[in-house]
């Protein structure tokens, strides 16, 4: 798909009064690192909402100094930790882990980034490789988690009482291929594809290991007219939606 293509059915969608609505989760902050202070840049500069999905064992005083009005916190995991078994699809949570261990886990990690984050903290877990079992989801709200976000399009709004979930769709990264921008076509088509789901369009990017691609990729995004871009806030229900 072209950015033409691409642009065309914005604007359709928006002249049909079903406008697209966009969110942005970027994964695995912690350290301050010139491609992280880059992507926070980029956010104020263009004033796009970031959710950014913080590794508690990994997050450093410093990275919430350097956080703008626009971006919100969520919660990666705790240790980002593989613990599956030899073979398996790598998860913090592992079904053989009782879960008691893991929701202790969790709300160490919940309490350590509510003392660096504060306001800007939403009671979101974001979980590492976008795996959870599915049990330790209904367990969530008890420790104060109100939203999880993975990957792809999600089964459900509500997974579990008191919970909402609310995923992204496209990730810039093509992990398996060198790691390197998936490239604009493929992109732009991922996002089309969800343009009519149950939920905002959700982009995921790895700041960490972007390519000059990725970085151009991003600035055009936004850089688009007749979107609106969600902020955390908005996308999980804690606030109403801006007008204006």
């Known amino acids: 798909m072209s950015w033409s293509e691409f642009e065309e059915e914005i604007a359709r969608r928006r002249d049909a009064g079903k406008p697209v609505e966009f969110w942005w989760r970027d994964d695995d902050a912690g350290a301050v690192s010139p491609p992280l202070k880059r992507l926070i840049e980029l956010s104020r500069a263009r004033a796009v909402p970031l959710a950014l999905a913080v590794v508690p064992e990994a997050a450093e005083a410093e990275l919430f100094r350097l956080l703008h009005e626009r971006v919100t916190v969520l919660q990666h995991g705790t240790d ?61 709200p008890a420790i104060g988690i109100r939203g999880v976000s993975g990957y792809g399009r999600r089964a459900s709004a509500a997974p579990a009482p008191e919970l909402k979930q609310v995923n992204t769709h496209v990730d810039l990264v093509a992990w398996r291929e060198g790691r390197g921008f998936i490239g604009e076509a493929h992109a732009l088509a991922l996002a ?53």
Request: no cysteine; net charge positive; glycine share 8%.
């Open 192 to 244: 089309r594809k969800h343009f009519s789901g149950d939920e905002p369009v959700g982009w995921l990017t790895h700041h960490a290991v972007h390519d000059a691609q990725a970085w151009d990729f991003l600035a055009r995004l936004f850089a688009l007219r007749d979107v609106r871009w969600l902020s955390a806030a908005e996308a999980f229900s804690y606030t109403a939606p801006a007008h204006g």
């Open 80 to 140: 980002h930790r593989n613990r599956a078994a030899a073979g398996g699809k790598k998860t913090e949570y592992p079904a053989s882990e009782p879960i008691e261990d893991a929701l202790r886990r969790i709300l160490d990690g919940l309490g350590r980034l509510r003392a660096f984050a504060g306001p800007k903290l939403a009671p979101v877990l974001a979980p590492p490789w976008n795996r959870i079992r599915p049990d330790l989801l209904k367990k969530l």
